[in-house]
Each structure stands twice: as C-alpha cells, then as structure tokens.
C-alpha cells in the first residue's frame, strides 16, 4: 500500500521568500511522485512529476522538487515566492503501472499563502 | 476549450434523490478517474476505467456507480444521495499504454447534499 503525508496543512510565506512544501511517501515499490497545485475554484494541475532517472525534477512556474529515497521525502521548493503563487498544493504517489496501474494516492493538501 | 470537462459545475440535491455528473475529455485518453475532494481529507479514488470495458472499484466506491460510455465519457451516480456525499468531485483522466502517466482533471463538481 502506498500513503503520502504532507507535513503543514497550512504555510504561510513573505512574497519573496523561500518556499518549502514537504512531503513524506510510503511506497512497496518504486515510487512515482507527482505534485499538483489546485488555485481557488480550479481543478489541478501538474507542478511536477518524478518517474526515474534525475531526482531533482524541475517543474513550471520555478517550482522544484528532489526525490530522496533514504529520506522517502519529495519536497517542493521555490526560491521566490509571488502573490500568484497562492493555492493548494497536493503531493502524490503511483507506482509503477505494472504493480500498481495508475491509481495515485494523494496527501491530505498543503494551503501556501503568500503575504505582501 | 478545456479538454476534460464535467456537467454541471454546481448542484444542490435532497437527500434521496438520484443524480449523475458527467465527464468529458477530448484528450484521447484511455484511462479516466472519479474523484471526490472533502477539506483536510486531500482526493479519494472513487472509481477507475482503463477502457471501454475495464471499470474498477476505488477506495471509496460504496453509495456510487459508473459508467464508460464511449472512450471520452465517464458518468458518476449517486444512486440515492446523502449529505456525507457533499464535496468536491473531480474527473481525470491519463494515457494508457501500459506505463504510468500524469492525469489530467477537469475544473470539478461542486455537490451538495441538503
């Protein structure tokens, strides 16, 4: 069974700050990773996705994430925070399709506000 | 126009009645998802549809069906609904050639169940 946490439920960050969204995975297999972002009254959209190769996976809008498998962790972090950048952000998890198809289980979201 | 997307965007129902949310895509895509998003709860899998022919259960099927009607339709009932069934739906949907893809998802149903 695969579970995703993300630490924080709510962060809140200055415009032009760092930001940092954690996220911890449980996975049997070799996990792919995924974060989406969901602005008010949208559906999601994909920030990024780790599958294989390279582990630090760079995303749009410059958002990035590192997959750390001894830390079972793909954080998502941005240098600057904008204003536009206020939303909530969902960390998710698949294996591989031949163990698990496509079924993705996701975190319990993460709200980021951004302060001027 | 947006490439999957889901009827109606907003709809209130008493307790008992039956009701569909439709999804749509225009993507090509073989696989398609329902979803439903409560506050503090992330997204649940609902039910899954590889193809026409391959509908499968989700963590959280109990109270719903489905239906594939074509490659680009996935109808999710809610045969007699219920105010826990108040949320967030969302439909997505992914390619399906045997690897693991992002999915894409439509813009949601807003359900209320009064």
């Known amino acids: 069974a695969q579970s995703v946490t993300q630490l924080g439920s709510h962060v809140s960050v200055s415009e032009g700050a760092l930001v940092l969204l954690r996220c911890n995975y449980s996975s049997s297999v070799p996990p792919y990773l995924f974060w989406y972002v969901q602005y008010p009254n949208q559906g999601l959209q994909l920030l990024l996705k780790y599958t294989t190769g390279a582990t630090l996976v760079k995303g749009i809008n410059g958002f990035e994430a590192e997959f750390k498998k001894s830390e079972t962790s793909f954080h998502l972090t941005k240098p600057s925070a904008h204003m536009s950048d206020a939303a909530e952000y969902f960390c998710a998890v698949s294996g591989p399709w031949k163990s698990s198809g496509d079924k993705l289980t996701f975190g319990t979201g993460t709200r980021l506000a951004v302060r001027p | 126009d947006a490439d999957v997307t889901q009827t109606p965007r907003n709809r209130i129902t008493k307790t008992g009645k039956r009701i569909m949310l439709e999804c749509s895509q225009t993507?090509?895509?073989?696989?398609m998802y329902w979803y439903r998003q409560d506050p503090g709860l992330g997204l649940r899998l609902i039910y899954y549809s590889f193809d026409v022919k391959d509908i499968n259960k989700g963590e959280i099927s109990d109270g719903y069906s489905v239906s594939r009607q074509a490659q680009a339709k996935f109808s999710l009932s809610l045969e007699s609904a219920i105010p826990n069934q108040t949320a967030l739906y969302f439909c997505a949907t992914s390619e399906g050639t045997g690897v693991t893809y992002e999915q894409y998802f439509g813009p949601g149903t807003r359900l209320t169940v009064t």
């Open positions: 993507k090509g895509h073989d696989r």
